[in-house]
């Protein structure tokens, strides 16, 4: 299966600031995906990383918010924008593989928002 | 996607088999039940996935009763390394977009 790397693996920001996470994969893949797990919470899909256009938003996340960039098969970030501490959450980048609902997922970013 | 409901927590001892059920109800034809292990500041790890009677791997195993409305993952000789959360999840071969309910969180205790 791939491998997918994720910088940072945290960090600590401050609030009304932005930052982007990177994604990266090992391999050429169709399918990526962006989650947030909130402190304690299962996982939430915030988007479906497209490349070569934009990116497909679940109900409750917007472009402006989260930007997300594809510009090819094997990378994608997400950038969290005007951050609030309710921001805080460990965003994890996720691969599909074809033929079988069943996705690899990056190790996560930790995000703390002061 | 069919929704799925499992037990919160379950504790378990060192040694010891841990089944963990899930129940869909309304799980469709073209659906496959997919267990997916979140170890702490780790993102879930896919262990087994099904269709129907049973199916093991070298981490697990999953049954399935005939009539697919519920599920038993089952893992043998639980460690405290295996100290988690698993998650059930249902959905055909094109459904990517995975829907995570809470999940069960196993706890081993020496």
């Known amino acids: 299966s791939a491998v997918i790397s994720q910088k940072p693996s945290r960090d600590i920001c401050q609030r009304g600031t932005s930052l982007t996470i990177q994604c990266q994969v090992d391999?050429?893949?169709?399918?990526m995906f962006w989650y947030r797990q909130q402190p304690g919470q299962s996982l939430t899909l915030i988007a479906t990383a497209n490349q070569g256009s934009e990116a497909t938003y679940e109900s409750g996340f917007v472009i402006d918010k989260f930007p997300i960039s594809r510009p090819n098969l094997t990378f994608s970030t997400l950038t969290v924008s005007n951050m609030s501490p309710e921001d805080s959450s460990i965003y994890l980048c996720?691969?599909?593989?074809?033929?079988?609902?069943?996705?690899?997922f990056g190790a996560g970013s930790r995000l703390t928002v002061l | 996607l069919a929704k799925t409901t499992q037990p919160i927590s379950m504790d378990s001892y060192e040694g010891q088999e841990v089944n963990i059920t899930c129940s869909h109800n309304n799980i469709a034809t073209n659906d496959y039940i997919t267990w997916y292990q979140q170890f702490p500041s780790q993102g879930p790890r896919f262990i087994i996935q099904g269709y129907k009677t049973k199916v093991t791997n070298e981490v697990a195993s999953l049954f399935i009763p005939a009539d697919r409305k519920s599920s038993t993952l089952s893992l043998p000789r639980f460690s405290l390394s295996d100290t988690a959360v698993y998650y059930c999840?249902?959905?055909?071969?094109?459904?990517?977009?995975?829907?995570f309910g809470a999940g069960t969180t196993v706890t081993v205790r020496a």
């Open positions: 996720s691969v599909g593989h074809p033929g079988a609902n069943v996705l690899t």
């Open positions: 999840l249902v959905g055909d071969s094109n459904d990517y977009k995975l829907s």
């Open positions: 391999s050429q893949v169709t399918m």
